[in-house]
């Protein structure tokens, strides 16, 4: 099975699904990359934060496939913020995975005011000019950030030679960021959708359970469909084999854009994180 690519503002492709691999490490997260890989998909994302680099980067290897069909997304975190920190982060990530270069690296969280006043948008340019370097030097093919919001990625794109070419935010039924959206549009920024599923909340909400039901798929196909209608790239995490499967056998239906519009209204019950609160 061939996953669709999309461009990149680099001319690098994207696999358009990736597989998730938050809140897994040890062996889970070992067999998951491993049967993600044999399944099909292409495109694994793993971050500083996650701490199993080292697992990611093993199954990588013993996959045997090779490892320019496999786009590897890696995060710095939040306490490597700044330009010496953020290079060092990305030279240990290398390490870790046992790769010379990362296919995407991205910003994990924007610094914001509450927790640096009057000094988050200069840490955010600094972190960003070490990205810019590492993507010169070819250890990051492309270079992006997560959790960014309108003005986090303004404050970038107004005052560096380059544009970041992702934005990985939370993104699923009941929650768009449709401002967002036209904004990463309109600048060619390809949006990735973390939690897809809802961090598995929203596989038990009756109106996804109707639409599975209407076009005979499983709930968690209906969600990563709407991500992929909407042109974003899902990020969907399972440690089951049959899951794993499942989640990406999503080429034979299409959700008409009456039940699209059903889907953005849902009300999901989550409570979520505002970047510019966060205080991790
Ligand atoms: N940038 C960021 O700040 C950020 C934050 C959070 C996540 N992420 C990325 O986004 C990825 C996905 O997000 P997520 O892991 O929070 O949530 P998710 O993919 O929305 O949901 C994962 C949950 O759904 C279950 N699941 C998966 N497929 C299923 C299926 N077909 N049927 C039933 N249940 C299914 C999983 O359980 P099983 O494993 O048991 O199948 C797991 O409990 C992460 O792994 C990470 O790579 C990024």
Not at 126 to 136: G, H, N, P, R
Not at 233 to 254: C, M
Request: proline share 4%; net charge negative.
């Amino acid at each position: 099975m061939g996953l669709k690519k999309i461009k990149l503002l680099s001319g690098e492709f994207i696999p358009e699904i990736g597989y998730g691999t938050y809140l897994e490490k040890g062996v889970d997260c070992y067999n998951g990359v491993l049967e993600a890989l044999k399944a099909g998909y292409r495109h694994i994302d793993t971050a500083a934060f996650y701490g199993n680099e080292e697992e990611v980067g093993k199954a990588i290897r013993d996959s045997n496939v090779p490892r320019e069909e496999i786009f590897v997304t890696t995060k710095v975190w939040n306490t490597d913020r700044d330009y010496e920190k953020a290079k060092k982060s990305l030279e240990e990530s290398l390490e870790r995975l046992g790769l010379d270069y990362v296919d995407l690296l991205l910003i994990h969280w924007p610094a914001n005011e509450k927790q640096f006043p009057g000094k988050s948008n200069e840490i955010n340019l600094d972190t960003w000019k070490a990205f810019i370097e590492l993507y010169k030097e070819g250890k990051a093919k492309s270079i992006g950030v997560s959790n960014f919001y309108l003005h986090h990625l303004k404050n970038l794109i107004n005052n560096s030679e380059i544009t970041p070419m992702v934005d990985q935010i939370e993104l699923h039924p009941g929650y768009m960021h449709e401002e967002l959206l036209e904004f990463l549009k309109s600048h060619q920024i390809i949006c990735e959708a973390w939690s897809p599923l809802g961090r598995g909340n929203l596989l038990t909400n009756q109106t996804v359970i109707n639409l599975a039901n209407k076009y005979n798929k499983t709930p968690a196909q209906i969600l990563i469909k709407f991500i992929l209608q909407i042109g974003a790239i899902p990020l969907v995490k399972s440690k089951n084999k049959l899951r794993i499967k499942e989640n990406l056998d999503i080429n034979d239906f299409e959700i008409s854009s009456e039940d699209l519009d059903i889907l953005k209204r849902i009300d999901t019950g989550i409570s979520y994180k505002n970047p510019d609160f966060i205080d991790f």
